[in-house]
């Protein structure tokens, strides 16, 4: 049985050494190199006493911050990506909450490494990875490793405004890649285009099939995604196949007219998550890669990445949502309702799961693990633990799941309740909209809608009474030349909050 996520990379570097496992724009590894270097970084953390701890690895993205995360987990340790475009207070904050005795940089990252307040020690990932390997150390550490030891740690938003390190183990990593590799049909001959910053868990999708099989990844440079048209010449210059993106980046090239200028030929694989797909713009990839499947997949980091998919088999309305559909093998999800019972056909409930997917819970934060890790209520015969993901869901007439909204985006307004995912999915289907956001100020009783698009907000204001109820018309609509975003590529919900409240004022 396989309880390490190194053995999918000795496998793969006995089978093919020399093919090319992760390249960027200017430097590529093979699965040898990322093997040779991953070892002498163990080799040397062996040597320097650091064992079951977390190693920081503060580097550019690159080929090479990957060998160094492969580089931890041989040293017996767990790595913790962090990269310059975090805000410099998040990152304080994470070393903080770490407490982490060395830190791996890079020539371009040590200068910015050494200007924090850390005390312990900076390695330059140059000076490691040329060092000497011990494969009897590294048999040893081996030897003594179970498949419930922390494998990396990634820091989410905390509501207190502190990040939550949420820690995942070797057993739930290979139980989720297996899972998806199985859903997602990848193999030896697929090439990913990689989207994600290394610091979210979505990066899973690529680095660890890459390592399985035997495939390859290519990093796509983040400032392509500031240009569609160099982004889809990108994906088809690497015959990238495969892509995992969040919705926002997909949409981008959709709205923006890209799909009728040049196609992501060689694409079979497109998987998508994180927010809701717009009907209108789903169905503009759908016609311009009519042979290629679409996965949608749901699932939070503290599940270890998805943990839902939907392959999208059959035509939607423009006013419809696309399901999240069904668990993984070896998952359940428990809708729970308020009274925590399982929730009646049809009507919402908490998305709740329980399973091997579930990490480890907050680093170091027993108090907030233990009140999103919680007792299974459904069973009162021995200790279970659930993941409580505070989604709300619901089974369709096919008895597919389908994602509601975030409990909090549930709001009571003129005496109704309201998702605001509702009303964006209306927006989202007007003709010219391009992005769209729903807000709602609790103290001003408003419901406040931002878009980018090309008619004016008179115009969608006409359009929007034809398609919702007056309770659910949005009372402040304010038209954006750009819809900012989070560094995943979400929606930057916190920052048109804040947009708006400087506006009251």
């Not at 070797?170 to 990689?194: A, K, Q």
């Not at 679409?294 to 270890?304: I, R």
Request: include cysteine; charged fraction near 25%.
């Amino acid at each position: 049985m396989q309880i390490n996520v190194l053995e999918y990379l000795e496998r793969t570097v006995a089978r093919v050494p020399d093919k090319l496992a992760y390249a960027d724009e200017e430097s590529g590894m093979t699965f040898r190199e990322v093997s040779r270097a991953a070892r002498a970084i163990g080799t040397f953390l062996a040597q320097e006493g650091f064992s079951r701890e977390p190693v920081a690895v503060f580097m550019r993205k690159s080929p090479q911050a990957v060998a160094a995360f492969f580089g931890a987990v041989y040293g017996g340790d767990f790595y913790v990506p962090l990269d310059e475009e975090m805000p410099r207070h998040r990152i304080e904050l994470i070393f903080q909450t770490l407490q982490p005795r060395i830190v791996l940089c890079d020539a371009a990252t040590e200068e910015t490494v050494r200007s924090f307040a850390f005390s312990g020690r900076v390695c330059r990932y140059e000076d490691l990875a040329a060092g000497p390997v011990d494969d009897a150390a590294l048999a040893a550490i081996r030897s003594r490793a179970i498949d419930t030891d922390p494998i990396y740690i990634v820091f989410t938003s905390g509501s207190t405004g502190v990040p939550k390190g949420v820690v995942a183990c070797h057993r739930s990593v290979l139980d989720y890649i297996e899972s998806l590799s199985e859903v997602l049909r990848f193999d030896e001959d697929t090439v990913f285009g990689n989207q994600s910053p290394f610091y979210f868990d979505a990066c899973l999708k690529e680095l660890y099939p890459t390592i399985k099989f035997g495939a390859t990844t290519w990093l796509v440079p983040r400032q392509k995604f500031s240009f569609p048209i160099q982004l889809v010449e990108f994906l088809n210059a690497h015959k990238i196949n495969t892509i995992c993106w969040v919705v926002s980046a997909l949409t981008m090239i959709s709205a923006f007219g890209v799909l009728d200028k040049v196609v992501p030929r060689y694409l079979r694989t497109v998987a998508f998550g994180s927010e809701v797909f717009p009907i209108k713009q789903f169905d503009r990839w759908r016609r311009a890669l009519p042979d290629a499947r679409f996965v949608n997949l749901y699932g939070p980091t503290e599940t270890t990445g998805m943990c839902c998919y939907y392959e999208v088999d059959r035509e939607f309305s423009p006013g419809d949502t696309l399901p999240i559909g069904r668990p993984f093998r070896n998952t359940e999800i428990l809708l729970l309702d308020e009274h925590n019972q399982l929730a009646q056909p049809g009507e919402p409930g908490e998305i709740c799961v329980r399973g091997t997917s579930l990490t480890l819970g907050y680093y170091r934060d027993f108090e907030r693990t233990d009140a999103a890790f919680v007792q299974n209520p459904l069973n009162t015969a021995y200790h279970e633990l659930i993941y409580r993901t505070g989604d709300i869901g619901r089974r369709n007439e096919r008895g597919e799941l389908e994602f509601l909204s975030r409990r909090d985006a549930q709001i009571k307004h003129m005496g109704h309740r309201i998702e605001l995912g509702e009303i964006e999915v209306i927006v989202a289907t007007c003709e010219g909209v391009k992005s769209c956001c729903a807000l709602f100020d609790h103290d001003k009783k408003k419901i406040v809608l931002y878009y980018v698009g090309d008619l004016t907000p008179a115009a969608l204001t006409a359009f929007l009474k034809e398609k919702l109820p007056r309770y659910m018309l949005p009372n402040v609509i304010e038209q954006l030349d750009t819809m900012p975003l989070t560094p995943n590529g979400k929606v930057n919900r916190v920052e048109l909050r804040e947009r708006y409240q400087a506006r009251r004022r």
